[in-house]
């Protein structure tokens, strides 16, 4: 079925998109790297225990770290080779984590434990999220939520829809566009294996209005499926936020402080339901990830399909290189990424996109005084007060900005973009979190 109405929220803001450089550019294998370096936490939640040793061969797919807590997920080799090293790294998530360095053989030989799941239709409930959980599948959004615990809602939250996030709105990033163009059928098996995972009796795929091509591809795909809907969305940022989402497509308000399964809905991206189809239908766990390189700082912008633990800079080589001195380089999109000071950081689970500007674009403006405006107010897609919460944190005022709800603001970056001050709001806020979480942590 094929939701025509072009679907929206209230608030949000329309940056210069900059898709252009990569929307159009074909998926392609990264070549394979030769060390891989796979921290064994890439997830929200308890880190891994490694369960290998220095000197032992790993093979492709074969589990390395092993999650000791429910909300935990393990990880895989992506590489056939010897284990070089046990240490602590940086990640592109600002965190310094233990990773395992495995020095690849060549030999690209597959763990003997990788074998399809079967038809989906003899799987439990019980033993598809068990897959999910095996199989190390995070949000491939960005957030890297284990997707085991978001499928497991408390008996009494009754799911009945499922909802697809392919709305990619934040600026430059493509890899989701690329997947439903060149794999939408993996995607709608995805969605249907997690519709059975938590019986929930309806599958909605989101996509904003700039990807005509995949609205085409998944709509060709879905049209055969009475329980599953495309809903085209307006391109604007950010779509892609769970709870904006979810309003957008049902019309059904999440509470501030409460879930998504709370109004009965579970929202997972389309890059997640993708590794849950390869989980299921190849038994392949999550050793790869689509990443677009892009930016004005890079020499040939592409979309690429790349092994966890590969360097940054080993995949910006192959785009040809920084095309001059870099100005920044950050792991994610503009809006909601994390700037790096390395380009030595692994592909994580959840690297969405790696993006390069020239010095003349990272240049960030002189901050003014506040002209008291209320455009940050204006497009706030919570409801917030950005600049209220922003000044008590300037004054490290914690227990007012947490009065103005400081703890609901997602970050999304569109009221410091939309400031005409260049005041860094959203920065002051995710200050004001940290300090009011931490207090919290230790009453
Ligand atoms: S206050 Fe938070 S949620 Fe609101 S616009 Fe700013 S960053 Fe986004
Ligand atoms: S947008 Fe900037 S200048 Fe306008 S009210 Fe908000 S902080 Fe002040």
């Known amino acids: ?24 550019i074909s998926l392609e294998y990264a070549l394979s790297p030769k060390v891989v370096y796979i921290p064994l936490q890439q997830h929200i939640g308890a880190p891994c225990e490694p369960i290998v040793k220095v000197g032992d061969r790993v093979k492709i ?24 090293k046990i240490t602590p790294l940086p990640t592109p998530t600002g965190s310094k984590v233990m990773t395992v360095i495995i020095e690849s053989d060549g030999s690209n030989e597959i763990y003997e434990g990788i074998k399809p799941k079967g038809e ?45 996030n392919g709305s990619e709105c934040e600026p430059y990033l493509t890899a ?12 709608v098996f995805g969605l249907e294996v997690i519709m059975k995972a938590v019986n929930a009796n309806k599958g909605i ?44 497509i049902t019309g059904r308000k999440v509470p501030a402080g409460a879930l998504p399964m709370d109004v009965g809905v579970i929202v997972n991206n389309v890059g997640t339901a993708a590794a849950i189809a390869d989980a299921i239908q190849k038994g392949m766990p999550l050793i790869e990830r689509i990443v677009t390189v892009t930016g004005n700082g890079i020499v040939q912008p592409s979309n690429l399909i790349v092994k966890i633990g590969t360097l940054f ?12 001195e870099p100005g920044k380089i950050i792991s994610g999109g503009p809006m909601m990424g994390f700037a790096q000071y390395t380009d030595e950081v692994p592909v994580i689970k959840g690297t969405s996109g790696i993006l390069v500007l020239k010095q003349k674009d990272a240049y960030s403006e002189v901050e003014q005084p506040c002209i008291k405006c209320a455009r940050c107010v204006d497009v706030c897609p919570v409801g917030l007060l950005p600049i209220k919460i ?10 007012e900005a947490e009065a103005y709800s ?17 005041r860094p709001l959203v920065q002051r806020i995710r200050l004001a979190k940290g300090e009011i979480l931490a207090k919290k942590r230790n009453k």
């Open 1 to 24: 079925m094929y939701k025509k109405k072009r679907l929206s929220f209230k608030g949000g803001i329309h940056p210069p998109y900059s898709k252009e450089l990569t929307k159009s």
């Open 61 to 84: 797919g074969q589990k390395i770290g092993e999650a000791k807590t429910f909300v935990s997920v393990p990880v895989h080799s992506s590489v056939a080779g010897i284990v070089k």
């Open 120 to 164: 989906l239709s003899n799987l439990t409930s019980k033993e598809i999220i068990e897959i999910i959980k095996e199989a190390g599948i995070t949000g491939m959004g960005g957030a890297a939520f284990p997707t085991h615990v978001k499928l497991s809602p408390p008996p009494e939250k009754k799911i009945d829809t499922i909802i697809l």
């Open 176 to 187: 989701d566009h690329r997947l439903m163009v060149e794999y939408p059928e993996k995607v």
């Open 205 to 248: 795929i989101g996509i904003e209005d700039n990807k005509p091509d995949a609205i085409e591809n998944i709509r060709s795909i879905v049209a055969k499926k009475p329980n599953i809907e495309l809903a085209v969305l307006e391109t604007k940022y950010p779509q892609g936020g769970e709870k904006r989402l979810i309003d957008a």
């Open 313 to 324: 800079k080993e995949i910006i080589e192959q785009c040809g290189g920084y095309s001059g």
């Open 390 to 399: 922003a000044n008590y944190s300037q004054k490290s005022k914690w227990d």
């Open 406 to 422: 400081a703890l609901y603001c997602i970050e999304c970056g569109s009221c410091s973009f939309i400031c005409p001050a260049k």
